[in-house]
């Protein structure tokens, strides 16, 4: 059997212009290779009212356990300007011994190193004992709805057993071989509004300036001493992202004012008791300034860890053999889709550097995807021994 490269199967992956939720055919490309190598494959098309249909593909060889699985992502986020790039972000290019285009970095070439690392692996264990299998979705970098999320119900439903997962985010700051992510913290989103007073500035006992409470608000929010961390995790910590107030005139009190904030909030705490311990100050300044609030969360996810095993510990040893570095087991950084897959089975995260992900000029480093592409097919080698 002739096994994929992992530099020519991303540079083919990043010609697909798969800007969350549009697939640009990817998806399709991507089963065609699987089902050479023997896959038998399934793309799940989900639909929920108020979003977009996405696309996702869930693909196994093999019947037997254990269900080794590699989950990650062929959506990108936008380019932005093409005018700022040095190339075509869809046409990948090799500058500098790095590939440089949209995906590269988050995370298309992570995906190539893993099939590319899948087909050696064939060809050396036909009749290996267990299964391989991979969850891809094209919703990671949106709403998240139709995605990794709707995959894991329908797996559940089906009853397919997952026995550990690798998801291939980017997950080292500097060098590969850093850090391996083993739990993310919570995501949890407030966008609040404070009702006033419509007044004259020159009359203020008969207004109720609502930028008045909402700043005391604020204040306090900020001043919240959630916790001081765990072994695990950083403390957990909230910033105000936007604050609003649509006033045009300097001299009407205005009769609201909104703000937005997000909290990541480590395993000490939840969705809920968030929720709970910010309502309580809601309440409190509102009912002194006889004012009424509306408030809206959005959760994009808890706060997870998963113990290591010996699998991770395992990975973490693979790691340091290839590139000479003992990765930090870490749950540092944004949300991951770890936290619909948690659900099903234990797993971490560990790919390339992350430096240039979303960015203009997103590139990967050619000894990064050759090396990462090697640790994949070691832990293959390792896992089914």
């Given at each position: 059997?002739?096994?994929?490269?992992?530099?020519?199967?991303?540079?083919?992956?990043?010609?697909f212009?798969?800007?969350?939720?549009?697939?640009?055919?990817?998806i399709?490309?991507?089963?065609?290779?699987?089902?050479?190598?023997g896959?038998?494959?399934?793309?799940?098309?989900?639909?929920?009212?108020?979003?977009?249909?996405?696309?996702?593909?869930?693909?196994?060889?093999?019947?037997?356990?254990?269900?080794?699985?590699?989950?990650?992502?062929?959506?990108?986020?936008?380019?932005?300007?093409?005018?700022?790039?040095?190339?075509?972000?869809?046409?990948?290019?090799?500058?500098?011994?790095?590939?440089?285009?949209?995906?590269?970095?988050?995370?298309?070439?992570?995906?190539?190193?893993?099939?590319?690392?899948?087909?050696?692996?064939?060809?050396?264990?036909?009749?290996?004992?267990?299964?391989?299998?991979?969850l891809?979705?094209?919703?990671?970098?949106?709403?998240?709805?139709?995605?990794?999320k709707k995959?894991?119900?329908?797996?559940?439903?089906?009853?397919?057993?997952?026995?550990?997962?690798?998801?291939?985010?980017?997950?080292?700051?500097?060098?590969?071989g850093?850090?391996?992510?083993?739990?993310?913290?919570?995501?949890?989103?407030?966008?609040?509004?404070?009702?006033?007073?419509?007044?004259?500035?020159?009359?203020?006992?008969?207004?109720?300036?609502?930028s008045?409470?909402?700043?005391?608000?604020?204040?306090?929010?900020?001043?919240?001493?959630?916790?001081?961390?765990?072994?695990?995790?950083?403390?957990?910590?909230?910033?105000?992202?936007?604050?609003?107030?649509?006033n045009?005139?300097?001299?009407?009190?205005?009769?609201?004012?909104?703000?937005?904030?997000?909290?990541?909030?480590?395993?000490?705490?939840t969705?809920?008791?968030?929720?709970?311990?910010?309502?309580?100050?809601?309440?409190?300044?509102?009912?002194i300034?006889?004012?009424?609030?509306?408030?809206?969360?959005?959760?994009?996810?808890?706060?997870?860890?998963?113990?290591?095993?010996?699998?991770?510990?395992?990975?973490?040893?693979i790691?340091?053999?290839?590139?000479?570095?003992?990765?930090?087991?870490?749950?540092?950084?944004?949300?991951?889709?770890?936290?619909?897959?948690?659900k099903?089975?234990?797993?971490?995260?560990?790919?390339?550097?992350?430096?240039?992900m979303?960015?203009?000029?997103?590139?990967?480093?050619?000894?990064?995807?050759?090396?990462?592409?090697?640790?994949?097919?070691?832990?293959?080698?390792?896992?089914?021994?």
């Open positions: 059997m002739k096994t994929l490269n992992e530099l020519q199967l991303a540079r083919e992956l990043i010609k212009p798969s800007i969350t939720p549009v697939d640009a055919g990817v399709k490309f991507l089963e065609k290779k699987l089902s050479k190598l896959f038998k494959t399934k793309i799940l098309e989900f639909k929920e009212k108020g979003f977009k249909p996405v696309k996702n593909l869930y693909a196994r060889l093999g019947t037997k356990r254990p269900n080794f699985c590699y989950a990650g992502h062929l959506d990108v986020v936008p380019p932005g300007p093409i005018k700022d790039w040095t190339i075509n972000p869809f046409r990948p290019t090799i500058k500098k011994g790095h590939l440089i285009g949209r995906g590269a970095n988050d995370m298309k070439s992570s995906i190539a190193a893993f099939v590319s690392a899948v087909s050696a692996f064939l060809s050396e264990n036909k009749n290996f004992n267990g299964s391989i299998s991979l891809i979705t094209g919703d990671e970098e949106g709403d998240a709805v139709n995605g990794t995959v894991v119900e329908y797996l559940k439903k089906r009853k397919e057993k997952i026995n550990f997962c690798l998801v291939g985010e980017p997950t080292n700051p500097n060098k590969l850093e850090m391996i992510k083993i739990g993310r913290r919570g995501s949890l989103t407030g966008k609040l509004t404070v009702f006033g007073l419509q007044g004259h500035v020159a009359y203020p006992h008969r207004a109720n300036n609502p008045t409470i909402i700043v005391k608000i604020l204040k306090e929010l900020k001043d919240i001493k959630f916790d001081r961390g765990t072994k695990d995790f950083q403390p957990t910590n909230l910033e105000v992202t936007k604050i609003n107030i649509n045009t005139a300097d001299n009407v009190i205005p009769g609201s004012a909104k703000a937005t904030f997000n909290i990541r909030f480590n395993n000490r705490h969705s809920s008791s968030i929720k709970k311990r910010l309502n309580k100050i809601f309440n409190k300044i509102i009912k300034n006889k004012s009424k609030f509306k408030i809206d969360y959005k959760v994009s996810g808890e706060a997870f860890l998963t113990k290591p095993n010996r699998t991770t510990y395992m990975i973490q040893e790691i340091k053999k290839i590139t000479k570095i003992k990765p930090k087991l870490s749950t540092t950084g944004g949300t991951s889709d770890l936290r619909f897959i948690k099903i089975s234990p797993g971490l995260e560990f790919g390339l550097v992350g430096k240039t979303h960015r203009v000029d997103e590139a990967v480093s050619l000894k990064d995807l050759k090396n990462l592409t090697k640790i994949y097919q070691n832990i293959l080698q390792r896992y089914f021994k």
